[in-house]
């Protein structure tokens, strides 16, 4: 579970500095850019990223709605 916390905190740090570099520069192409690179990262370091239903349709995790 120790890594499933970790790759979920790293999922959700990328996300926030990429919200942040698009909030705070004035050219939003850029902005844009910078939030896209951040959710690339996610997908190429093979972060989690929980959603709303992502948690009760996982059968990789131990307790979630498919792995019973």
């Given amino acids: ?3 499933y916390l970790i790759k979920g905190v790293y999922a959700g740090l990328m996300i926030g500095i990429g919200a942040i570099a698009y909030l705070s520069i004035e ?7 910078l939030f896209s690179f951040g959710l690339a990262n996610i997908t190429f370091v093979g972060s989690i990223v929980c959603t ?7 059968p990789s995790i131990p307790g979630t709605f498919l792995s019973q």
């Fill in 52 to 58: 709303a239903i992502s948690p009760s349709i996982s």
């Fill in 27 to 33: 050219d939003k192409i850029a902005g844009t850019f």
């Fill in 1 to 3: 579970y120790l890594d």
